[in-house]
């Protein structure tokens, strides 16, 4: 069976550092990749996608990046963290168009 | 872009009622999803619906992509319940899926 792993859950970082999160998939190939962000315990933001190795699309501007370095494994960066980059990332992914997606099980962020 | 409301925000109930959550949506979409928020934050899936009716236990939900709507029946509410629910829908775009989530609703259940 798939699962999707999220790490760390919960992370505090001072304003200005690095941030690397990092999301596998196992038990499936070329899924369709997903970061969210959701802020103040509501709705869920699409930040990035990508439906293939190096394939990127990004949905909103902002202090983040990702890449896909392997088939199965997606990764947020930021060179400088803000202050307003705290919340709630959710990495998920789906088998390939109009299918069910899953999420992982979050890392809480907290810049400080 | 697609808008996704969700109604209504908030909703407290006793133990044992019974409760429809709606999910409007303002475009024609390829599917939907419902999800439950437990407490850890976690996003829990309730229903894969693209349209017509679905049971699982004491959860059901209806969509009828025509008229561009979903809801989502809680019966006989445990206080395990408790939480946000969303509906995402799925719509496909640049050769990837997208899902759009509505804000949520957050359900007390009290004993």
């Known amino acids: 069976s798939q699962t999707i792993h999220q790490w760390p859950a919960t992370l505090v970082q001072p304003v200005g550092s690095p941030l690397s999160l990092e999301c596998t998939v196992e038990?499936?190939?070329?899924?369709?990749l997903y970061w969210y962000r959701q802020a103040a315990g509501r709705g869920l933001q699409l930040l990035f996608y990508?439906?293939?190795?190096?394939?990127i699309s990004s949905e909103v501007p902002q202090n983040l990046s990702a890449s896909r370095p392997q088939d199965r494994q997606f990764i947020l960066s930021s060179k400088k963290l803000l202050l307003s980059d705290s919340g709630f990332y959710l990495c998920?992914?789906?088998?390939?168009?109009?299918?069910?997606?899953?999420f992982g099980q979050g890392t809480r962020l907290t810049v400080v | 872009g697609i808008q996704v409301e969700q109604s209504p925000p908030d909703l407290i109930l006793q133990e044992g009622a019974n409760s429809t959550l709606r999910c409007n949506f303002s475009?024609?979409?390829?599917?939907l999803q419902w999800f439950h928020q437990n407490p850890w934050g976690q996003l829990i899936n309730l229903f894969y619906?693209?349209?017509g009716t679905k049971q699982n236990g004491r959860l059901s939900a209806t969509t009828v992509a025509t008229e561009r709507y979903s809801l989502l029946y809680i019966s006989s509410s445990q206080t395990t319940d408790s939480g946000v629910y969303f509906c995402?829908?799925?719509?496909?775009?640049?050769?990837?899926?997208?899902?759009?989530f509505g804000q949520g609703t957050r359900l007390t259940i009290n004993p």
């Open positions: 998920a992914w789906s088998a390939m168009k109009n299918t069910e997606a899953f």
């Open positions: 038990g499936t190939s070329n899924p369709n």
């Open positions: 990508s439906v293939g190795i190096g394939q």
């Open positions: 475009d024609s979409v390829n599917n």
């Open positions: 619906i693209p349209s």
């Open positions: 995402a829908v799925i719509f496909t775009g640049q050769g990837a899926q997208k899902l759009v």
